[in-house]
C-alpha cells in the first residue's frame, strides 16, 4: 500500500514565523512530490511541486525533498493568518494520479 | 474564466436516489479524475480517464459509474445512493508529466 503520511496539527505558529510543515512517503519510485493548499470548505489548490533532490522557492514557499530519506518538506515564511488552511502533501503513484496525505492544519496566530 | 467547474455544488438526496455529478475543464488537458474527501477531510482518487480511456478504477462499489463523452468532460453518475457516499466529491484535471491536477470546486453530497 502506498501512503503518504502528515501530521495532523494543528500546528500552530505566530504571525511572521517560518511555519514548517512535513510529510513522508512510503514508495520509493516515486518521482514528483506536490503541496496544496485547502481552505475550508474549499477545494485543494496547488502551492507548487519539487521533483529533484534539493530545495524548490516559490516566493514565501519552498519545498525541500529528500529522496534517500523519503521526505518532503513545505517552510512557509513570514507566516500570515491567511496562510491558516489545511496543507496536503501528495505523491505521484506512477499512475497519472496522486496519493494524498491527511493533510496538517496550521494556524497562524495573529 | 472557470478552469475546472462541477455541476451542482450542493445535492442532498435520500436513500436509494440516483444522481450525477457533471464536471468540465477548458484547460486542454487529457487527463480527467475523480476523487471522494470524507469527513475527515482524507481525500482519495476513485476515477481517472485520459482521452476518454479509463486509466484508474479504484476499489469504488459498482454502483458508482463514470462516464467521459469527451475530454473536456467527465460525469459520474451514482445509483442507489446510501448514507455511506456523504462526502465531497472534486473532479481534477491535469496535462501531462508531473501531473499536477487541478481540482474543481467539489460537489458536497448529503444522502438522508
Known amino acids: 500500500q502506498k501512503e503518504v503520511e502528515q501530521n495532523s496539527g494543528p500546528l500552530s505558529v505566530p504571525e511572521g514565523a517560518i511555519a514548517s510543515l512535513n510529510c513522508t512517503y512510503s514508495d520509493r519510485g516515486s518521482q514528483s512530490f506536490f503541496w496544496y493548499r485547502q481552505y475550508s470548505g474549499k477545494s485543494p489548490e496547488l502551492i507548487m511541486f519539487i521533483y529533484s533532490n534539493g530545495d524548490k522557492e516559490d516566493g514565501r514557499f519552498t519545498a525541500q525533498l529528500n529522496k534517500a530519506s523519503q521526505y518532503v518538506s513545505l517552510l512557509i515564511r513570514d507566516s500570515q493568518p491567511s496562510d491558516s488552511a489545511t496543507y496536503l502533501c501528495?505523491?505521484?503513484?506512477?499512475?497519472?494520479?496522486?496519493?494524498f496525505g491527511s493533510g496538517t492544519r496550521l494556524q497562524v496566530q495573529p | 474564466d472557470t478552469a475546472v467547474s462541477q455541476t451542482p455544488k450542493y445535492l442532498v438526496t435520500q436513500m436509494g436516489n440516483d444522481k450525477s455529478i457533471k464536471c468540465e475543464q477548458n484547460?486542454?488537458?487529457?487527463?480527467m479524475y475523480w476523487y471522494k474527501q470524507d469527513s475527515k477531510k482524507f481525500l482519495k482518487i476513485m476515477f481517472s480517464y485520459n482521452n476518454k480511456e479509463l486509466i484508474i478504477n479504484e476499489t469504488v462499489p459498482n454502483r458508482f459509474s463514470p462516464k467521459s463523452p469527451d475530454k473536456a468532460h467527465l460525469n459520474l453518475h451514482i445509483n442507489s445512493l446510501e448514507l455511506g457516499d456523504s462526502a465531497v466529491y472534486f473532479c481534477a484535471s491535469s496535462q501531462n508529466y508531473p501531473y499536477e491536477q487541478y481540482f474543481g470546486p467539489g460537489t458536497r453530497l448529503t444522502v438522508t
Open positions: 501528495a505523491v505521484d503513484t506512477g499512475r497519472r494520479a496522486l496519493t
Open positions: 484547460l486542454g488537458h487529457d487527463t
